[in-house]
């Protein structure tokens, strides 16, 4: 064969190594679509002025887009048959990314669990982005739930492995160049509050909403080179569990991420990824809602800024100033993501 079907759950072994395909430079070409497809203001990552004077270069790549380029690159390899990206861990984003870097992505099979239905089973990967000189720029697990190709099919070794609930702020820390928080605008930033403005346990509804299109929806997941026939393939996916196109799931999370602009302005560099499940299915027409928590703040041994895990919250068609969250053992019909992660934030 000549094409690439994908890989099947009985296709992966554990412990193998993936080269995905396709080196991807990203340019300020790709900043400016991303900035049009999601809207995202946080003023390090708008203005080479206002990131030169707090210490950078340049303005970096928005997080999420780095994030996106590298998972996109893996999406042939790993998920081209999913039925669902369940969650990720272990997310760590390692330097700075600037226009004009290559970015490439390399996984590792940490984990098969076959479903009890024998039509399906669980992959576990490790995914590293590296720049064009081979230094990590960010790694993250993640595991999804792929199709069988033929349920009869043996799976010769299984194991599900332990990854930690929370990324320690320490092993993050050094990620961010130093900058000079004297010289960081509150007014330019769009927001007064500070890290110690922030306390354990506030909620933050960030009031606005963004409704999704169907041509928006796929121009960003092309942008990202990722090619899941579930987020394409009206025809193929008009006899699946609902019928038509789903959203890939990087981009709601960016949605909930510029939402999250308004009350967490200063928040303007993700460190880590400590867990994300995707909880509901988002498709076009919906509007998107976000209100995120302080769950835990940490100083990480700097001067300059602050570490604050935040659990970001997104919902379709509700607003969020009563807060949707989980429902016993569920969660509120309305919610589609919960994101556990740790930004930084000026003293």
């Known amino acids: 064969m000549k094409t690439n079907p994908g890989r099947f759950f009985e296709d992966f072994r554990l412990g193998e190594t993936i080269r995905h395909a396709t080196p991807r430079t990203v340019t300020t070409g790709d900043v400016a679509l991303y900035t049009a497809l999601y809207g995202p203001r946080f003023a390090v990552q708008s203005s080479d002025a206002f990131a030169r004077a707090i210490g950078y270069p340049q303005s970096p790549l928005d997080d999420l887009l780095t994030f996106h380029v590298v998972f996109g690159k893996t999406v042939p390899d790993i998920s081209l048959n999913a039925l669902a990206n369940l969650g990720y861990a272990e997310g760590g984003f390692r330097r700075p990314v600037y226009p004009g870097e290559t970015l490439s992505t390399v996984s590792e099979v940490i984990g098969l669990k076959e479903s009890s239905n024998r039509q399906t089973g669980v992959v576990y990967v490790r995914s590293v982005g590296s720049d064009a000189a081979g230094e990590t ?36 820390a050094g990620a961010l160049p130093r900058i000079d928080a004297s010289a960081y605008d509150p007014d330019l930033a769009g927001s007064p509050h500070r890290f110690g403005d922030y306390q354990v346990g506030e909620r933050i509804d960030h009031v606005d909403g963004m409704t999704v299109e169907e041509a928006e929806h796929q121009i960003a997941t092309r942008l990202f080179q990722n090619t899941a026939k579930v987020h394409f393939d009206a025809f193929a996916t008009k006899d699946t569990r609902f019928g038509r196109r789903l959203i890939y799931g990087g981009h709601v999370i ?57 659990r970001t919250v997104a919902t379709k068609n509700q607003p969020c100033g009563t807060f949707p969250d989980k429902q016993g053992e569920g969660y509120d019909p309305a919610v589609i993501l919960d994101l556990d992660y740790w930004a930084f934030m000026p003293k």
């Open 254 to 310: 960016s949605l909930a991420r510029c939402l999250s602009f308004n009350g967490l302005a200063n928040a303007f560099s993700i460190a880590g990824i400590n867990a994300g499940r995707h909880v509901g299915p988002l498709f076009a027409g919906d509007t998107v809602y976000a209100w995120s928590e302080v769950l835990e703040t940490a100083d990480a041994g700097r001067d300059d800024v602050g570490l604050l895990r935040l």
């Open 137 to 172: 720029v960010l790694s993250y697990c993640r595991w999804v739930l792929v199709r069988k190709r033929d349920p009869e099919a043996r799976i010769e070794q299984e194991h599900v492995p332990s990854l930690a609930k929370v990324v320690a702020p320490a092993d993050l």
